[in-house]
């Protein structure tokens, strides 16, 4: 089993920059990779990025890539999405998630344990 909790989501205004964090708790940390994802009102859950168990790699969705650094410390069990040049159309929840090992994946129902998200509002 694994516990995941988000926090850092608020207000921000357009331009501006955020970091989530998600702490976990559980299995191994260092076992499994981590991604985020994020949910806007009535629109599907959408992959943001991923990191590997060791942090060494990380792929992004291209809508975000460039503005937002997946980045893990292993020994805090936390994962972090840096998120800057914020638009008004990342208005989401954000999640973190974990599967059930390491590797990248991008849909959501490759996913086993999820945090209760975090709400991220940018005003333009």
């Known amino acids: 089993q694994v516990q995941l909790v988000e926090s850092g989501g608020g207000l921000v205004q357009a331009g501006g920059s955020l970091r989530l964090s998600c702490a976990a708790s559980?299995?191994?940390?260092?076992?499994?990779?981590m991604g985020w994802f994020r949910q806007a009102p009535g629109k599907e859950r959408e992959f943001v990025g991923a990191i590997t168990r060791s942090g060494l790699s990380t792929d992004y969705a291209d809508a975000v890539t460039g503005r937002i650094t997946i980045s893990r410390d292993n020994a805090k069990n936390t994962v972090y999405l840096q998120m800057n040049s914020l638009k008004p159309e990342d208005t989401a929840v954000y999640y973190c998630a974990a599967p059930r090992s390491d590797g990248y994946y991008y849909r959501p129902q490759d996913y086993t344990y999820w945090g209760q998200g975090t709400q991220v509002t940018v005003s333009s």
């Open positions: 559980g299995r191994t940390f260092s076992s499994y990779s």
